[in-house]
């Protein structure tokens, strides 16, 4: 009795690993003639609804969607690329990656010219190759806002109304740092004022006109005095003790949003859809502000089609009705992410759109007037690592690991590396 | 009738069967270890002889032993093999203690016992991946729950994944404890080999528990022990999925100051973030010869402890 019931558990335990290390990859046209088209994303694109309706309208699709985090994502995609298999029908591709993808052009889809009016000039031209071929359309583009805890501003004793809030820092990030030292001074305990400082140092560079790099794909952060500046800033910001200390995306960073560990967000138009996830508690408890000094973007998102794929023409026309405006407007008012089709910051239904997550705020204004006012910058191909080694050397600084001048110093040898 | 030619055809047939067929059965094994052992194994000694940019596939050169040379002068790799024999002498060794120690009760007269004797391959089995997550909340910073247990002894809290000893310790942690229920398995089935009337006399002339664990269990385990030691040596060299996934970071440079990084993990980085394919490969080959050379110091030891007994 018992060797037959060690048996049966043996066979079942082994059935399970079995059926667990068997992850099918069936791409392709299945047995019931169906054509099932994968979509790989980091994060939330605000699809899911979008899918349904493409599905009902073609019943021969079937949509799967696959998402993982930012930077395994990336990596996944180019690994994928390298080897000329895995990679989905559609993957999306960051900002901080598109010019990564754009060297490796010959690997996608020319999805042509047809669009380029539609979109604006900069965004189309960022993902456009050398030759002239167009690997991907774009979704959205970051903007830039300041979200926040009304209710933790207004027991911490600081103006919490958003037109004062935007006022109080109106001059530039000297007043959110000052704004933050008296928000610290009253604050609920165990709330920061704002999350980590690599997202802040995000926010604050994104407002340069140049950023990591120059044009001609010369790496600049060592050279660049906007980059000390927004570092010095953010070294400033943390010494003032006013960071929650917390990696953007990581499970801290989304455990933070529950337990109110810091009032404020460097808010791209699609961190509130990041924000909607995570602090579904807090709902009408969150308001946006202008960001200090106005202008800048933060991130943005493309579609692409690798050549790889077995769908790709399928693959060209999904890819293009989810970008298309009306979609895009869609993705605005169900989840937040900014158009990057200029035509529809003039519609009343997106100027005109308030969120009742962040309080009615009038988040259609604030972003479309941050999207017209935005001077593009030039983004290099490993923006994105980049990106994250200045991050890690912020994070250095928060954990009393290095000086604020021994983590410059290494994280300036560090970039160097990565162009090398 | 059977013709001569026939009976020596015969005899030539069989005598090929027995001196043939094994290599024949044995032949399957050493196909796939060509393929899926030898052939990558060469190989990447091959490509680490290249400039080898994964991107850009096709496109490499011939550079000799440069990438080797770079490595040897590459302060990140001296770090991260620092980092790895630390977390590997961290891990390993509590974790055959504990085993042996769980092997010598699973080896009594328990209620229960083929349920126990299961229940603690189960961390094995579980995925890496639910494991690390699950131990790295548990380690958090702000509200994990080891934080929680010691603040309420006084002490903390720790940030775990800041420090490097504290991260080494967390990580060796998550390592232990996903291995000490397979080496307890292990020590327990070769434990039940040991003749019974060893105890039985060893009980006659008043030996005590403990006594006979470790007059008798331990040295009859000594072969095993040795075993379980090199496997425990080569996966140990080669930990990867637990640093990678206990950054909260995403990346695979094991915390912000490369605290954590092992050897697995930045051949990773550069193969796979850098798509550096020669100096990763050159990573892989080093890191092979590492793991010899700790093979061969353990062989040596064990001979030394044969010779001891003599």
Not at chain 1, 20 to 26: F, L
Not at chain 1, 217 to 246: C, F, H, Y
Not at chain 2, 294 to 300: E, G, Q, R, T, Y
């Amino acid at each position: 009795m018992r060797h037959r019931l060690f048996r049966m558990t043996a066979a079942v335990l082994t059935a399970g690993l079995l059926l667990t290390a068997c992850g099918g990859n069936d791409g392709g046209a299945g047995s019931d003639g169906k054509i099932t088209l994968t979509i790989n994303l980091f994060g939330n694109f605000g699809y899911q609804k979008l899918y349904e309706q493409y599905q009902k309208d073609h019943p021969d699709i079937v949509i799967k969607e696959n998402t993982a985090a930012y930077n395994d994502h990336h990596r996944e995609l180019a690994t994928h690329l390298a080897t000329n298999s895995g990679a989905g029908d559609i993957e999306g591709v960051d900002t901080g990656f598109i010019a990564q993808m754009r060297e490796r052009g010959n690997l996608f889809t020319d999805l042509g010219t047809d669009r380029q009016a539609e979109y604006l000039p900069w965004k189309w031209q960022a993902s456009l190759t050398k030759d002239g071929k167009q690997i991907g359309y774009g979704t959205d583009v970051g903007g830039l806002a300041i979200c926040y805890r009304k209710d933790l501003f207004e027991k911490a004793g600081v103006p919490s109304e958003r037109d004062q809030v935007s006022a109080a820092w109106a001059s530039g990030w000297d007043q959110f740092i000052e704004f933050g030292k008296r928000y610290a001074q009253k604050a609920p305990a165990g709330s920061a004022f704002f999350d980590g400082g690599g997202q802040l140092f995000n926010a604050v560079v994104g407002q340069a006109p140049v950023g990591y790099y120059s044009e001609d794909d010369t790496i600049v952060v060592g050279s660049n005095p906007e980059v000390r500046k927004a570092w010095d800033l953010t070294v400033q910001a943390i010494q003032g003790n006013l960071s929650a200390k917390l990696i953007g995306s990581s499970q801290e960073w989304n455990n933070g949003f529950a337990k109110d560990q810091f009032a404020t967000v460097a808010c791209p138009a699609w961190m509130m859809t990041k924000i909607k996830d995570q602090a579904k508690h807090a709902a009408g408890k969150w308001d946006v502000a202008a960001v200090p000094g106005g202008g800048g973007n933060w991130g943005g998102s493309y579609l692409t089609v690798p050549k790889q794929g077995k769908n790709v023409e399928e693959a060209k026309k999904l890819a293009a009705w989810l970008s298309a405006p009306e979609q895009q407007a869609h993705v605005f008012t169900e989840m937040g992410n900014l158009p990057s089709i200029p035509a529809l910051y003039d519609k009343p239904e997106i100027a005109g759109f308030t969120s009742d997550f962040f309080n009615d705020a009038p988040v259609g204004r604030l972003f479309t007037t941050a999207a017209k006012q935005l001077k593009p910058q030039h983004q290099g191909p490993r923006a994105g690592d980049i990106q994250t080694t200045i991050r890690d050397a912020l994070v250095r600084v928060e954990q009393g690991k290095q000086t604020p001048d021994e983590s410059w110093q290494q994280m300036v040898e560090d970039v160097e590396r990565l162009a090398k | 009738m059977v013709t001569y030619l026939q009976q020596a055809r015969r005899a030539g047939l069989s005598r090929l069967d027995t001196k043939g067929s094994p290599y024949l059965y044995i032949a399957p094994f050493f196909l796939l270890f060509a393929l899926f052992g030898l052939f990558p194994l060469l190989y990447t000694a091959y490509v680490s002889f290249n400039d080898w940019d994964l991107l850009d596939a096709g496109s490499h050169s011939w550079v000799g032993l440069a990438n080797y040379r770079e490595l040897l002068q590459d302060a990140y790799f001296w770090n991260a093999l620092g980092n790895t024999l630390s977390i590997w002498v961290l891990s390993t060794v509590p974790q055959l203690l504990a085993a042996l120690w769980i092997a010598h009760l699973l080896n009594h007269r328990l209620r229960a016992r083929t349920a126990l004797r299961m229940g603690v391959l189960l961390p094995n089995i579980t995925s890496i991946v639910a494991v690390t997550i699950v131990f790295t909340q548990l380690f958090g910073r702000d509200f994990g729950m080891v934080n929680w247990l010691l603040g309420a002894v006084g002490i903390g809290p720790v940030d775990w994944q800041a420090g490097t000893w504290s991260s080494h310790l967390a990580i060796s942690f998550i390592v232990a404890w996903r291995w000490v229920g397979y080496n307890a398995l292990i020590y327990l089935a070769s434990m039940q080999a040991i003749p019974h009337d060893l105890y039985e006399a060893a009980e006659l002339d008043g030996a005590s528990q403990s006594q006979q664990f470790w007059r008798i269990t331990v040295p009859m385990l000594r072969p095993t022990i040795i075993f379980t030691t090199v496997i425990s040596t080569i996966g140990g060299l080669q930990i990867m999925a637990e640093p990678l996934l206990f950054a909260s970071s995403q990346t695979p440079t094991g915390g912000s100051d490369r605290q954590f990084q092992t050897v697995a993990l930045f051949m990773y980085e550069q193969g796979f973030r850098e798509f550096r394919f020669g100096y990763a490969s050159a990573i892989a080959w080093t890191l092979c010869l590492v793991i010899v050379v700790f093979a061969i110091v353990n062989f040596l030891l064990t001979r030394r402890i044969a010779d001891d007994e003599d």
